[in-house]
């Protein structure tokens, strides 16, 4: 296709112009210092007003991380991290943990207006349509403000950030936190145990539909600091909650590491949804600057026909190296991941699942669609796998990967791996360009291209995008055309 | 080459160090070949066997799967065997020692290690990247082989069957083979055991076909039940040149068949076809990868597996597609037919794409028996067992009956019908 005028002005401006979330917030913070040390877990822990096992279960982590060695094998390229070169630890000056809507700094009040996050509980006019989202918002290394917090204690549901809840529920976060994902699990997660400051807890008690969408968005500010979130969702019997996530930050010219741990526990009947919308700062057109995000996210459908659903929109960061999982250990239990990951510029993403059948009568699904433009580099890498006992395994996965334009690369790496003989594996996976054809018959409609590459585009991504919650689905078609504008040529 | 202190061996890798000590002063060749050879054992001895933190080997842990190293035996005793096909061309590598004799015009075979002896296959003795362990192996203990080139133009009636056999003990072979441009043949590259004592068996067959010739290769392999196989097969084709490759293992304890395949000529085109019929104890695992590099090259593999026992099988699959290569069209699938519930089966089929303007799939599949099938059967009066023994027959068999030539497909039905009765 020959490139028009146009649409060599939008590849120039391409990620400099587009990212709206990269603006900075000035306000006065206070870190810890640089680096990574006992002493600075100590620090955290004691800003965080910790219990005595907290502090030992973190450097505990710490002890082990460092006989870690970085993990090499997915499909990414960056230079080497020093991770003595950051700041484990950044909140705005005088914000230690949530507070009311009112004390909050103005400032961080204007962020999230900017960045469109209701932080005030609106009330629902009467007449107009609005379905009400608690938001937990968390900016660097603390939780500023978590909504609807008494209209959800009202129905036993908790949701508040983890540093409350290791306060305040202490019981509760002992027995969960660390039980999907061991501080043992891999390098990034055990960093992750050993430092992480904020996110989110949420504990839906048996029988319990959560009233509301619940949501937590990430915002890292500061320059040079890592943010190391812990999310932790317990879901009871017969209970069912549908969270979302999502991330942005400034514009910068370093890279910002971001190694998150986010565990799920449903028990029987129970069904939690988790959707992300992740745009990081993915870097500028040179491919400097943007965020490291290495991710753990693991569910564990622990319960009978329990079942957790992982829904991604993947479009920031420099780097992506995450793998939401599912381990089906109870009967019946089932997992489904639906994935959007699109690259753009110079960016990396090495991304997938893993299902784990370990009960009987399990049975998982997997969509995963990668649209790779510019110069960037997509991969699917994906686990399934049966035990020995796990009787009538089902699996069906399906990878489309759509290349735009001849300098970027799509990748499809699936291990699957069967030990049961009633297991039922089906997997799939295409790649190719968008079809001349289906080009010609919208341009021959008057359809311009840029546009008829957004439908073809839209078209590729609907199976995953129908699984979002709407506000989201709306906001993830618009951040993939977004993502995409200006790479045809 | 003593083996230094610190460095912790495994039981075979020390058995594989020293047997080379052992062997050095008797393997043919010395500067530039010995060498080679020596650089090779001391990269194997330096980065050990492959676990499966090495990427490549992720479902086959060499050093945990490979216990010990069979002794070189001078005496090995095995005798040729009749080939597959009757009327045959046969070229043999008994006991590791190949034999040439007079053959039809437009083929011609050398003895491999007159060049290990003169020197003009050191050059050759390199392993193809870090993981390259059979390249290893093979080139550090490499004693013979075949030299085979075909003439341009040439084509046989009758099948080639290079056949590599052994009772016992150590045996490593390589068969650089050349296809002149627009030769037409068949060949069968087949490895079998007559012996029932362990034998530890490598093979490097290196293949060039030149622009428009057109090959069908069939691996056979059915070594014996303590056998350790490790064999690489490397081609690159030119321009419209076809490769139709089958690749059939039915034996061994431990196996290794690595498929590397560069369709490097514009219009070439690839056909793999896989079989694998495990059974027992054993250990199977079969690694392909294509690059294709060149725009207009077309590949499409078919990957067939019939588990059963206590057997655990492995495919791992890549298509590689360069930058260039566009309009590339490839497509693999593997399907598994895992019959017991001890075994295991493992695929990982990847692509790994540069191009935009390609058409590349695959597919991969785990099931039992369908059960509609086998109820459709037994509603027709055909006791279960043997229509089990049919189905899975048909699932295997589809894929010989792409051959054109009848005899050939016979031959390979009688072999797969023999292996299934043996163990169903």
């Not at chain 1, 965080?48 to 907290?54: A, I, L, N």
């Not at chain 1, 129970?270 to 490291?292: F, H, L, M, R």
């Not at chain 1, 791996?417 to 079809?435: D, V």
């Not at chain 2, 008797?26 to 090495?54: F, N, Y």
Request: hydrophobic share 40%.
């Amino acid at each position: 296709m020959p490139a028009v005028q146009e649409t060599i002005d939008q590849v120039r401006q391409i990620d400099v112009d587009q990212y709206k979330y990269g603006f900075e917030t000035t306000i006065e913070m206070e870190k810890a210092p640089k680096g990574l040390s006992e002493e600075i877990i100590r620090f955290i822990s004691a800003k965080k007003s910790e219990p005595e096992w907290m502090l030992e279960w973190r450097l505990d982590a710490y002890r082990r991380w460092l006989t870690l060695e970085e993990p090499t094998w997915a499909r990414v390229d960056y230079p080497k991290i020093d991770f003595n070169d950051l700041y484990y630890y950044a909140a705005p000056k005088n914000q230690s943990g949530p507070m009311s809507i009112d004390d909050v700094d103005p400032e961080i009040l204007k962020t999230y207006e900017k960045l469109g996050i209701p932080l005030r509980e609106q009330e629902i006019l009467a007449g107009v349509q609005t379905s009400k989202i608690a938001v937990d918002a968390v900016f660097d290394s603390v939780s500023v403000v978590t909504t609807f917090k008494e209209e959800l204690k009202k129905a036993g549901v908790i949701f508040m950030s983890i540093s409350e809840a290791i306060r305040e529920y202490p019981e509760l976060v002992k027995k969960y936190l660390g039980s999907v994902v061991p501080t043992t699990d891999n390098f990034y997660a055990t960093l992750n145990s050993a430092v992480f400051t904020d996110g989110s807890f949420v504990f839906v008690p048996k029988g319990v539909r959560c009233p509301m969408e619940l949501s937590t968005y990430f915002r890292i500010n500061e320059k040079n600091t890592g943010q190391f979130e812990r999310t932790l969702i317990i879901a009871e019997e017969g209970a069912y909650v549908s969270y979302l996530e999502g991330c942005t930050a400034p514009q910068r010219d370093e890279n910002q590491l971001h190694a998150a741990v986010v565990e799920l526990v449903a028990m029987d009947d129970a069904e939690i949804k988790y959707s992300t919308v992740q745009n990081w700062y993915p870097g500028d057109k040179e491919g400097k600057g943007g965020i490291y995000n290495f991710v753990t996210k693991r569910g564990d459908c622990r319960g009978k026909n329990s079942k957790i659903s992982w829904t991604q929109v993947e479009t920031g960061s420099a780097i992506t190296w995450k793998y939401p999982s599912c381990v089906l250990r109870g009967d019946g239990s089932r997992g489904e991941f639906y994935s959007i990951a699109v690259s753009n510029g110079h960016q990396q993403i090495d991304s997938g699942t893993k299902m784990i059948h370990l009960g009987k009568n399990t049975s998982s699904r997997i969509i995963s669609k990668g649209i790779a433009a510019g110069v960037s580099q997509n991969t699917y890498r994906g686990q399934v796998s049966t035990h020995r006992k796990a009787e009538n395994a089902r699996n069906f996965t399906q990878c489309d990967s759509l290349l735009i334009g001849d300098r970027c690369g799509a990748h499809t790496v699936p291990y699957i791996e069967a030990k049961n003989s009633s297991a039922q594996f089906e997997h799939e996976a295409t790649t190719s360009k968008i079809s001349e054809d289906q080009l010609f018959y919208c341009l021959q409609r008057g359809i311009p291209e840029e546009a008829a590459i957004a439908l073809i585009v839209n078209g590729f991504v609907k199976e995953v995008i129908q699984e979002l919650p709407m506000e989201f689905a709306v906001e993830a078609q618009k951040l993939i055309s977004i993502s995409l504008e200006g790479s045809v040529g | 080459m003593n083996i230094q202190a610190g460095i912790k061996l495994t039981a075979a890798e020390a058995a594989l160090v020293e047997s080379y000590n052992e062997q050095v002063g008797e393997l043919p060749g010395d500067g530039a070949t010995l060498l080679a050879r020596d650089t090779l054992l001391s990269d194997l001895k330096e980065a050990g066997l492959p676990t499966r933190r090495v990427e490549a080997w992720h479902y086959t842990d060499l050093k945990a799967l490979l216990k010990s190293v069979p002794a070189f035996l001078h005496g090995a005793s095995a005798q040729r065997v009749e080939p597959i096909v009757p009327g045959s061309t046969v070229l043999s590598v008994v006991n590791g020692k190949a034999h040439t004799r007079l053959l039809p015009e437009g083929i011609t075979a050398k003895s491999y290690a007159d060049t290990l002896l003169d020197g003009s296959a050191a050059a050759g003795l390199v392993a193809r990247d870090a993981d390259d362990v059979i390249g290893r192996i093979n080139g550090s203990f490499v004693r013979d082989g075949l030299i085979v080139e075909i003439a341009e133009g040439a084509a046989f009636e009758a099948p080639i069957e290079i056949q590599s056999v052994q009772n016992c003990g150590q045996v490593n072979t390589r068969f650089p083979v050349r296809f002149g441009a627009g030769a037409k043949a068949t060949v069968i590259e087949r490895h079998l055991a007559t012996g029932e004592d362990a034998a530890l068996v490598t093979s490097v067959t290196d293949m060039r076909l030149a622009d428009d010739a057109e090959v069908t290769w069939i691996i056979f392999q059915s070594e014996g039940e303590a056998d350790t196989h490790l064999a690489q097969f490397k081609a690159e084709l030119g321009a419209n040149a076809k490769l139709r490759l089958y690749v059939i293992n039915g034996g061994g304890k431990l196996v290794r068949q690595e498929i590397h395949i560069a369709v490097a000529g514009e219009g070439s085109d690839l056909t793999l076809r896989g079989i694998n019929l495990l059974g027992g104890e054993s250990h199977t695992d079969v690694t392909f990868t294509v690059g294709h590099d060149v725009p207009h090259t077309t590949s499409t593999e078919v990957i067939r597996n019939v588990v059963l026992d206590r057997a655990r099988g492995v495919f791992q699959g890549q298509i590689r597609v360069a930058q260039d290569a566009q309009k590339t069209d490839a497509k693999m699938s593997c399907n598994t037919l895992l019959l017991s519930d001890d075994a295991e089966f493992s695929a990982k089929p990847e692509l790994e794409i540069f191009a935009d303007d390609v058409q590349c799939g695959h597919g991969a599949t785990v099931i039992d028996i369908d059960h509609t099938q086998l109820f459709y059967l037994m509603a027709r009066g055909v006791p279960e067992n043997k229509a089990r023994a049919m189905l899975v027959n048909a699932f295997v068999a589809e894929i010989v009956e792409e051959l054109e030539d009848e005899t050939l497909v016979e031959a390979l039905e009688g072999v797969i019908s023999d292996w299934l009765e043996k163990h169903a």
